[in-house]
């Protein structure tokens, strides 16, 4: 079963060439990892704080089409590569069905409340590979 | 002597009609305040969190002319009304000489780490009235 | 019948003292008037660039209580003052059933693609008194 | 002669683990880009609406260490590849002296106005190969 995030660019987010801009698609993928986690059954604000943490280590976009305000904005993920301190996500998002963005972002994961790295929890693990 | 403060509209910061978005304004004046404090001796990232805190109670915008993309826009920071555990500040924005916004923004004084209102501490008062 | 928006903010839009920075209210009321619209049958990415535009010349925030990380966030939009050219949207907030912020803002009719000033069209105008 | 943009990250785009959160960093190397365009003698207000556009395609980030509140944060700005139609600008970011972020972002050079690609005019050509 896949997962997909629907969501509609704001107003604010759209430049004055008329299509969001870049550093927006950053906030839309950490916007889909947060419902994903949820769906997951480990709902972000209760899971982070208190059983596990990641950070953000690396993040690779690359834009196929543009996306407007106001438009459909479905991202769906998936987890790519899967190590023993660190994994990939991957977000591949369409615009009004037409390709818009792709991202691989890869998180490390930390000790909570800490910057120090640490084995990605075995309930997450096997989350993410299912 | 009156603190200004000048900064360029970014170009994520402009939307589609070719103006700031209006939320932006209050980034602009909380940037603004993080000077205004420093140059009063109060550096924001020690003060705030190991001897004073605030929280924004109250904001006041009145947009009068647009700003865009780089832009100079200069922001004067006074002092309004002085109250026992809060205190306005009045931002006054021009783009390129013209009026832009004036914000007056009502901070209330917390305990550092709470949400608790306090009066505010002599030294931050007695630079803010000077 | 009364309009409410749902949201959720992001991980990105609350700060260091765990709660929603200030200025993202703009945005999400904005958001809110986005669906507002919409649902008086003025679909935003149509209506605003063909037949009508606004201009935001005023905004009145006053901060109630904090919003977290992924709370339930309810915005309440009704329409407030109504003038010739110009009207005034309330948004009422509440995060997790508390109240939390409630935003006046003043929008100006102006025609499309200008920053002049016109008379509220008729269309817009009875929906929003309806 | 090498280019140099400092800024300070504002209070609104640090997150509540204390650091500056990773969708800001495009923003930064946007604005940083902006300022070493103007630095080659192309004002971007003028040189891209009127004279050349640019649209981003691709861009690949790499965290090495955090950024806070108010730090000095220095970025300096090489061009990497240059092709016929596009080129890429490379963003090596340091935090109080210490590696923060590296960005590899591939901008297309379009038809003012349009999503068409177009040669990369041989002024901007020749000001980035210097």
Redesign the interface.
Known sequence: MTFVHHL?P???E?????VV???????YF??AS?RFF?WMGF???VAFFEHF?V?????????EG?A????DVAITVTCGRMGTKSFDLVFTATCEGAPACVGTITYVSVVPGT?DSTEVPGALRTALQD
């Open positions: 509609r704001r107003y604010a759209v430049d004055v060439q008329g801009f870049n550093a927006h698609w950053l906030t950490d916007e947060t949820d709902p972000p604000a943490d950070m953000v280590v690396k993040a690779v976009l690359e834009w543009p407007g305000f106001d438009d910057h």
